[in-house]
């Protein structure tokens, strides 16, 4: 994967960049973690420059948010609502859940797109909820913009940093991630065992 990445690069250059990023939010096997630091390396070697480099990786994170920003968007919060009702019983959801996490998103929209494009692992998931609670288009870009434009720069100048080394970028990065989801998933064990209890207490 990393070659064919290199040579998609070093083929198309910038646009390269912008179509793997467009690509690891819809693919998520194709890691930023990766596509980053191999531009950052690449404008270390004088193939491209850092701003460039940084754009690019702006550019293509935003353009690959935009699939599920308008599937939530068109489907909409009742008809979520309504499947979480009829199927979401083994996701442990139900619409009412489904209700306050849209609530919850429209206070805290802003912030969670901005700070959520920081986190692998959910950062490309945020565009549902975003569409979902009908958040302004402009409002979503922008601050899609800015998070993906810390993560890109932060990742590319890691990169540009380690040179040859650029693929430890990921191995630092990996772990990280994965702690984030085993939060997120302790998280769901939490609340499902805590919603099990409810309905046994419920019983009696």
Excluded at 52 to 72: H, K, M
Excluded at 140 to 167: K, Q, R, T
Excluded at 169 to 181: C, R
Aim: aromatic residues 10%; charged residues 20%.
């Amino acid at each position: 994967m990393i070659e064919w990445m290199q040579n998609l690069m070093d083929s198309m250059g910038y646009l390269g960049i912008v179509l793997l990023m467009i690509l690891e939010n819809l693919f998520p096997p194709i890691p930023s973690e990766l596509i980053m630091p191999a531009a950052g390396f690449a404008a270390a070697r004088g193939d491209l420059t850092f701003a460039g480099v940084a754009l690019a990786g702006t550019l293509g994170s935003v353009l690959g948010t935009l699939p599920l920003y308008f599937i939530g968007k068109a489907f909409g919060e009742e008809r979520i609502v309504k499947w979480a009702d009829k199927h979401g019983a083994w996701l442990t959801l139900d619409g009412n859940e489904i209700r306050k996490a849209d609530d919850w998103f429209d206070r805290h929209g802003s912030k969670a797109v901005l700070f959520g494009r920081l986190i692998p692992g959910i950062r490309s998931l945020l565009s549902l909820p975003a569409g979902m609670s009908e958040m302004p288009l402009p409002r979503f870009l922008l601050y899609s913009a800015i998070g993906s434009g810390v993560w890109a720069s932060l990742l590319a100048y890691a990169g540009y940093a380690l040179g040859e080394n650029y693929e430890k970028v990921s191995h630092i990065v990996d772990p990280a991630s994965k702690v984030i989801l085993a939060l997120v998933a302790l998280y769901l064990v939490w609340t499902f065992i805590k919603r099990k209890r409810a309905h046994i207490g419920e019983g009696h």
